[in-house]
């Protein structure tokens, strides 16, 4: 088991950046993977960013690209998600992911943490 844990939210305006930081503990040694999703009101959770935990490659979403940086410090089993020039649309909850296999879902997720951003 992965237990996962993400922080860093808050209410920022338009243009301004937040960090967001999710903390992993348990069977790290297992991570394959660990990803950002969002989740907005009314909306389903769609993915944001990932990177993989050993090699460190990253992918986005087209909404992410350009603006987002997702990073890692294996040393501190954490990832991060750095996310600048944000818009209202970006508001939403944030929740952090990791699985064990690349060739199945994420299986575990950090609580979420708020991000409002106002226009």
């Known amino acids: 088991q992965v237990q996962l844990v993400d922080t860093g939210g808050g209410l920022v305006q338009a243009g301004g950046s937040l960090r967001l930081s999710c903390a992993a503990s348990?069977?790290?040694?297992?991570?394959?993977?660990m990803g950002w999703f969002r989740q907005a009101p009314g909306k389903e959770r769609e993915f944001v960013a990932q990177i993989w935990w050993s090699r460190g490659y990253t992918s986005y979403a087209n909404s992410a690209k350009g603006r987002f940086t997702i990073s890692r410090d294996n040393a501190k089993n954490a990832v991060y998600l750095q996310m600048n020039d944000l818009k209202p649309e970006d508001t939403a909850v944030y929740y952090c992911?990791?699985?064990?296999?690349?060739?199945?879902?994420?299986?575990?997720w950090g609580q979420g943490t708020q991000v409002t951003v106002s226009s």
């Open positions: 992911a990791a699985r064990n296999d690349g060739r199945t879902l994420y299986d575990y």
């Open positions: 348990g069977r790290t040694s297992s991570i394959y993977s």
